[in-house]
């Protein structure tokens, strides 16, 4: 599973530093570094984690934490800060922060930290994806839009999740070939194949919907999002 991590980080040293480490669990990141940025990301990508600073540009990481559970978002949140006082971070843990990780960190604890999140966060049944309405449990395989469940063969929830992991971006073909499919190399594309996939996704997902979520991107792929693509 490749998953996705955002990192809330004013420090461009600091935010490389994450990142290096990130990128030897083979993690993919994005760096915001201000409030604002992390939450236009947000709400325009979807994150598997955030490692999240306090003292940030434009105000507190602490309000990142209420803004994320205000909207009862439960992505797993890691504060990485220098503020070492213990009522700091109480405060934090008890506004929505999953850990706390103290500057200066090793890399190999702050990759420890994660698996043992992300496998609390697997056992404990509650690693959704979501845009708009639409919500995808993991665990339970269930798909439901506006409460509704919504039944999906297994393909078909496979192309849902992997669509959702990359929100708001391109999917193309040959990604869909190459991880949804687990097919490398063959001598005739997979396009007719993906694209009956996607009518029939479509069909289930945004029939009689307002709000549209999946989209072909003429000439480049698909994506999903609750805005017409550019």
């Known amino acids: 599973m490749n998953l996705h991590f955002l990192i809330v980080e004013d420090d461009p040293d600091v935010a490389e530093y994450i990142e290096l480490a990130l990128q030897e669990g083979e ?17 325009s990508l979807q994150f598997d984690l955030i490692l999240l600073d306090i003292n940030l ?10 803004h994320v ?32 990780v103290v500057k200066p960190f090793s890399p190999l604890e702050l990759l420890a ?22 919500e995808v449990d993991l665990i339970g395989n269930n798909v439901t839009r506006a409460e509704k469940l919504i039944e ?4 078909e929830f496979a192309l849902l999740e992997y669509l959702l992991r990359f929100k708001g ?3 193309t073909s040959s990604m869909l070939e190459r991880d949804v499919w687990k097919v490398n190399r063959r001598a005739t ?11 029939n996704l ?21 994506s999903i999002r609750a805005t017409e693509p550019a």
């Open 69 to 100: 559970r205000g909207h009862k978002n439960q992505i797993p949140i890691i504060i990485v800060s220098s503020e070492s006082e213990v009522n700091s971070r109480i405060k934090a843990l008890d506004l929505g922060a999953d850990d706390y």
């Open 202 to 222: 479509r069909n289930k997902i945004d029939h009689d919907a307002d709000v549209k979520l999946i989209h072909t991107v003429w000439g480049k792929g698909y």
């Open 27 to 43: 993690y993919r990141t994005k760096v915001a570094g201000t409030i604002q940025d992390a939450g236009n990301m947000l709400d």
């Open 113 to 134: 930290r994660i698996r043992a999140l992300l496998r609390r966060r697997n056992d404990g049944n509650t690693l959704k994806l979501s845009i708009a309405d639409l």
């Open 152 to 155: 999906l063969t297994q393909q």
């Open 189 to 199: 594309s997979l396009d007719n194949v993906i694209r009956v996939h996607i009518s």
């Open 57 to 66: 540009p434009g105000g507190s990481g602490l309000e990142l934490i209420r």
């Open 169 to 171: 971006q391109i999917v």
